[in-house]
C-alpha cells in the first residue's frame, strides 16, 4: 500500500471492554460496557461491535454510493445496516461476523444486488474482512 491519505488514532483505557476508549482528535470519547447478553452489565454504553458496525455500515455506504455514481445510477434514497456479532467458534475462540444490509428504495433488484456485489470489492472494511469472517451483503429495493 501507499502511503496513507488518513490515518485514525485510538486508544483504549481502563478494563477493556469495561473501559473507555478515545481518539487522538478528541471526537470519540466513549465509555464501554460488556453487552448484558455477552454477561456484562450492558446499559447506556456502547461495545466495541457497536462501534465495528458504525464504521463498516459507513464504509460500506460510502463504496455502494461511489460504484453507483460510477455506473450513473441514483442511490440518494439508500441506506446500509451492518449487524455484527460476536460468539464462539467450534475451536470454542471468539469470532465476529458481518451482515451488510443494503436497502435502495425503488430499484430493480437484479441491478441493487449487483451494485452491492459491487461495493463489497471495493470496501476497505471488506477487503480487510475478506477470508478472515463471515460477511454476508443482501440489498432490498
Given at each position: 500500500?501507499?502511503?496513507p491519505?488518513?490515518t485514525?488514532?485510538?486508544?483504549?483505557?481502563?478494563?477493556?471492554?469495561?473501559g473507555e476508549v478515545?481518539?487522538?482528535d478528541?471526537?470519540?470519547?466513549?465509555?464501554l460496557?460488556v453487552?448484558q447478553?455477552?454477561?456484562?452489565?450492558g446499559g447506556?454504553?456502547t461495545?466495541?461491535?457497536q462501534?465495528f458496525a458504525a464504521g463498516?455500515?459507513?464504509?460500506?455506504?460510502?463504496a455502494l454510493r461511489?460504484?453507483a455514481k460510477?455506473?450513473g445510477?441514483?442511490?440518494d434514497?439508500s441506506?446500509?445496516?451492518a449487524?455484527v456479532?460476536?460468539g464462539k467458534?467450534?475451536?470454542?475462540?471468539?469470532?465476529?461476523?458481518?451482515e451488510l444490509?443494503?436497502?435502495?428504495?425503488g430499484?430493480?433488484q437484479?441491478k441493487?444486488?449487483?451494485?452491492?456485489?459491487?461495493a463489497?470489492q471495493?470496501c476497505?472494511?471488506?477487503?480487510?474482512t475478506?477470508?478472515n469472517i463471515?460477511v454476508?451483503?443482501?440489498?432490498?429495493?
Amino acid at each position: 500500500m501507499a502511503e496513507p491519505m488518513y490515518t485514525a488514532e485510538a486508544t483504549a483505557r481502563g478494563d477493556g471492554r469495561n473501559g473507555e476508549v478515545t481518539s487522538s482528535d478528541g471526537q470519540i470519547d466513549e465509555k464501554l460496557a460488556v453487552p448484558q447478553e455477552m454477561g456484562g452489565p450492558g446499559g447506556e454504553f456502547t461495545n466495541p461491535e457497536q462501534l465495528f458496525a458504525a464504521g463498516y455500515a459507513a464504509c460500506f455506504h460510502g463504496a455502494l454510493r461511489q460504484v453507483a455514481k460510477q455506473g450513473g445510477v441514483d442511490v440518494d434514497e439508500s441506506s446500509v445496516t451492518a449487524r455484527v456479532g460476536i460468539g464462539k467458534t467450534e475451536a470454542d475462540k471468539l469470532a465476529l461476523t458481518v451482515e451488510l444490509r443494503s436497502t435502495l428504495p425503488g430499484m430493480e433488484q437484479g441491478k441493487a444486488d449487483e451494485l452491492v456485489a459491487q461495493a463489497h470489492q471495493v470496501c476497505p472494511y471488506s477487503n480487510a474482512t475478506r477470508g478472515n469472517i463471515r460477511v454476508e451483503v443482501s440489498a432490498t429495493t
